[in-house]
Nanobody, 125 residues
Framework: QLQLVESGGGLVQPGGSLRLSCTAYGFTLDYYAIGWFRQAPGKEREGVSCISHHGDSTLYLDSVKGRFTISRDNAKKTVYLQMNSLKSEDTAVYYC??????????????????WGQGTRVTVSS
């Protein structure tokens, strides 16, 4: 059974850092592009970043460019989201998602068909 599990969320002060992990169980990650999404309270879920199957292409939401870095280690079946210089507006539940198909809009939810359960990130002093 294909499963994605996120970890690494928590409470951090503004300006701090967190690294989220998305680990795949039951399938080989090599054939999947991975996206990170987030949903803040009262808001719609939005695409934050994504990475291609072999990690040679990445994309970021404008508001996180220069602060967040996505990477992957296919041998460990894990994709990471390094989040630096965190702001209160980054507070959200973060989800990772996988797709084996080609994508036209890789930061859009509909492109992905396998989702994790989410990990909560709270940025607050």
């Amino acid at each position: 059974q294909l499963q994605l599990v996120e970890s690494g969320g928590g409470l951090v002060q503004p300006g701090g850092s967190l690294r989220l992990s998305c680990t795949a169980y039951g399938f080989t990650l090599d054939y999947y592009a991975i996206g990170w999404f987030r949903q803040a309270p009262g808001k719609e879920r939005e695409g934050v970043s994504c990475i291609s199957h072999h990690g040679d292409s990445t994309l970021y939401l404008d508001s996180v460019k220069g602060r967040f870095t996505i990477s992957r280690d296919n041998a460990k079946k894990t994709v990471y989201l390094q989040m630096n210089s965190l702001k209160s507006e980054d507070t959200a539940v973060y989800y990772c998602a996988a797709t084996s198909g080609s994508t036209m809009n890789p930061l859009e939810e509909y492109e992905y068909d396998n989702w994790g359960q989410g990990t909560r990130v709270t940025v607050s002093s």
